[in-house]
């Protein structure tokens, strides 16, 4: 247990759903980020929030839209997802000290699949 | 740009063996860490060295880091079954971290 809980953690959805994915962390960090894992590819960063705010956005498609309300929740709206798409998402977060990364604490993952 | 690149991509050991996994990463870091995932499930922190140093270690892991060739290993020691698992170097740049393809490591009961 991390203190970085992820829902749901199967997801199912056609390519002209709506869904959300959630992310909420216990750990009073201020730092949240998504990262896509696919089959045989390294782990792709995706977004990353510092205190509610977006500072890196990895030239990710539209069809994916984050939103940070506050420091402890993080969540990714999917929409007209592709096949390619389907990939493990995976939410983390951190506490930088004087603006550098330092350990990361991962959620379980979303496993998406889309049909 | 992919940063960390780990090799082997794959491993398999009798457990009791060492197990030693390799990192190399193209640009300047201010740290390096490591991080392990069981298959499917999230990733686990399992050390951090920083750039000023040379070796670190926590129970049976030993990292060292060579910042001139720009490549930190990893040495598990006295492996278990339990330990099998994908391992993976990660490098902290200003906002992120940079993570390598990762090496499988099979510990045969």
């Known amino acids: 247990e991390t203190g970085v809980t992820q829902t749901p953690r199967h997801l199912v959805m056609g390519m002209t759903n709506k869904k959300s994915l959630k992310c909420e962390q216990h750990l009073g960090h201020n730092a949240m980020y998504w990262y896509k894992q696919s089959a045989k590819k390294p782990l792709e960063l995706m977004f990353v929030?510092?205190?509610?705010?977006?500072?890196e956005n990895n030239s990710v498609p539209s069809r994916f839209s984050p939103e940070c309300p506050n420091s402890s929740h993080l969540f990714l709206h999917l929409h007209t997802l592709q096949p390619e798409d389907s990939a493990l998402y995976l939410c983390?977060?951190?506490?930088?000290?004087?603006?550098?990364?330092?350990?990361?604490?991962f959620g379980p993952g979303t496993r998406l699949l889309v049909l | 740009s992919q940063q960390g690149e780990e090799d082997p991509q794959a491993l398999s050991i009798q457990e009791g063996e060492n197990a030693t996994m390799n990192c190399s990463y193209k640009?300047?870091?201010?740290?390096l860490q490591w991080y392990r995932q069981n298959s499917g499930r999230g990733l686990v922190h399992l050390i951090l060295?920083?750039?000023?140093?040379r070796e670190k270690h926590s129970g049976r892991l030993r990292v060292t880091l060579d910042t001139s060739k720009k490549s930190s290993s990893l040495l598990i020691t006295a492996s278990r079954a339990a330990d099998t698992a994908s391992y993976f170097c990660?490098?902290?740049?200003?906002?992120?971290?940079?993570f390598g393809s990762g090496t499988r490591l099979q510990v045969q009961p």
């Open positions: 060295i920083r750039s000023n140093e």
């Open positions: 990660a490098t902290a740049g200003r906002r992120a971290l940079t």
């Open positions: 983390a977060s951190s506490h930088p000290v004087r603006g550098q990364v330092e350990t990361q604490y």
């Open positions: 929030y510092n205190f509610k705010e977006q500072t």
């Open positions: 640009t300047s870091i201010n740290n």
